[in-house]
């Protein structure tokens, strides 16, 4: 038997890895870190219909690439059918379990019938009169059935480490369906079955299987296995205040990732919602939230999802990171909008530093520094600062393109260009007649890193060609 604190990750591979269920893995994850326990990975893949290799390959990816690392599984329920047998012949055996008959119809016209008298639908019971000899009949006769746990009808009180007590009536919930066949679990069983087989002392996971609890419950009672303590933790809700759905959007990490948001950010921003450290700090690492996390310090009400938060802590870790990685981490980027088939570190890292303080998700990359790597796009009148005529800001390029000749190839840097062009730019009454077209000549944009840095990059060669091609504009 094990011993210590032990926490179980157990998704379903129905679909991609979302944030809601992300946020679920990592309290687990830090609870049992925090505590010297174990984290433990399971795959619900009993759903032979919805359950696909992909959506598990995918779960365990961005597990990992998280950093969400567990130390037994994965265990995949589709490989301990056996097990579930085992414990549905001792439902059975204890009279606990039995075979229904009804079908989809007869139970549809029962849900209404008690609807219209104003009570809560429920299943009435029917097959559990049935003598065990009629039901196996039945089954051998190929007439369809499901396997149904006789609920006890009494009060069932169990502590949440979140919530506090809570108790339900389970006379207003009928017989539960626990297994399709005896090949095919459902979740209320299988779940109960392996948190007992796998010692788990911690169940952590969303409120809305809150009410799945005291089903669970009845069901270790009657099994004879040990209860695990519970903890629910607070919907996740979309900027409307509703609860996160499709229609909100995207939310798989996939997605995410592809954005060009870091693994570390998401964390810190999965960590905030539902989760208090009890100080104004906001910027967490994954080791000190290790350190930090309590379920004590896990909120009731709903946690809302702020993609404006979420920006915001992305641009703080791409700030502190090395260029070096910085750069590595944008080529991609860059090569999947076909600007560059190919490309060095060595030309990347210095257009990469114009913009690491610009850059909120690496997807915006390839837009920032586009104008690297082909001639930029504009119309004539961007080029105009202010009320200045285009004849005049054609003459102040002319002027420009003269002075940045002059400067020699060996001395082509910020700080020269800055030097021998201030001046000049000072003279013509708003520095603005010499700067603004010189960036928009260099860059084609409204807004961009300055002009003497980003001449710097292009070199002396392009830079000067830019600046031609601008006063073509203008004629």
């Known amino acids: 038997m094990a011993t210590g604190i032990r926490t179980r990750f157990a998704p379903s591979p129905t ?20 505590e010297g326990g174990v984290f433990l990975l399971r795959i619900e ?11 598990e390959e995918d779960l365990l990816e961005n597990l990992t690439w998280l950093g969400l690392a567990w130390d037994e599984g994965p265990f995949r329920q589709s490989e301990r059918v056996d097990i579930y047998k085992e414990a549905l012949q001792t439902l059975f055996q204890k009279g606990k379990a039995y075979y229904c008959f009804c079908t989809e119809d007869e139970l549809e016209a029962l849900r209404q019938d008690q ?47 979140i919530r506090g007590n809570i108790e339900f009536d389970t006379g207003l919930m009928g017989d539960i369906v626990v297994a399709k066949d005896w090949e095919t ?21 969303g409120e809305d299987h809150i009410s799945n609890t005291p089903k669970q419950i009845l069901l270790q009672e ?7 303590l519970y903890a629910h933790l607070p919907l996740i809700l979309g900027e409307d205040r509703t609860k996160l759905s499709k229609r909100h959007g995207d939310f798989s990490i996939a997605h995410f990732r592809k954005q060009g948001y870091l693994a570390e950010a998401i964390i810190n921003f999965l960590a905030l919602l539902g989760w208090n450290p009890g100080t104004e700090k906001e910027i967490f690492s994954l080791s000190s939230l290790i350190k930090e996390f309590s379920l004590e310090r896990v909120q009731k009400g709903g946690a809302m999802l702020q993609l404006r938060k979420l920006e915001w802590i992305n641009a703080f870790f791409i700030r502190q990171m090395s260029l070096q990685k910085l750069s590595e981490l944008s080529i991609p980027y860059l090569k999947e909008a076909g600007l560059v088939a190919d490309a060095s570190l060595k030309t990347v890292e210095p257009m990469v530093r114009l913009y690491q303080e610009r850059i909120k998700k690496l997807f915006e990359v390839p837009e920032l ?27 102040a390029l002319q002027e420009l393109a003269t002075v940045l000749q002059s400067i020699e190839e060996k001395d082509w840097n910020k700080e020269i260009i800055e030097t021998i062009v201030m001046p000049h730019a000072e003279r013509q009454g708003s520095r603005g007649v010499w700067l603004w077209p010189m960036r928009v000549a260099l860059t084609g944009k409204e807004a961009s890193a300055g002009p003497f840095e980003v001449a710097t990059v292009l070199g002396k060669k392009e830079t000067l060609e830019r600046v031609a091609s601008a006063r073509k504009k203008l004629r």
Not at 133 to 143: F, L, S
Request: aromatic share 10%.
């Open 15 to 34: 679909g991609p890895l979302h944030m809601g269920n992300a946020r679920t893995a990592l309290f687990n994850y830090l609870f049992s870190r925090k």
């Open 45 to 55: 893949d009993t759903d032979k219909e919805r359950s696909e290799k992909r959506w």
């Open 115 to 161: 609807i219209s008298r104003g009570e809560t639908p429920k299943y009435s019971g029917k097959c559990r009169a049935l003598k065990a000899e009629e039901a196996e009949q039945r089954q051998k006769n190929g007439e369809p059935s499901v396997i149904r746990f006789a609920l006890e009808p009494r009060k069932v009180k169990f502590h949440d480490l």
């Open 185 to 205: 679990p459902l979740y209320n069983f299988s779940a109960t079955v392996d948190d007992a087989a796998m010692d788990i002392t911690h169940v952590i996971r």
């Open 222 to 228: 009657a099994l004879g296995l040990k209860r695990p």
């Open 369 to 395: 520094l586009d104008f690297f790597f082909k001639k930029p796009e504009y119309s004539a009148d961007l080029l105009v600062w202010k009320d200045v005529s285009k004849k005049d800001i054609s003459k």
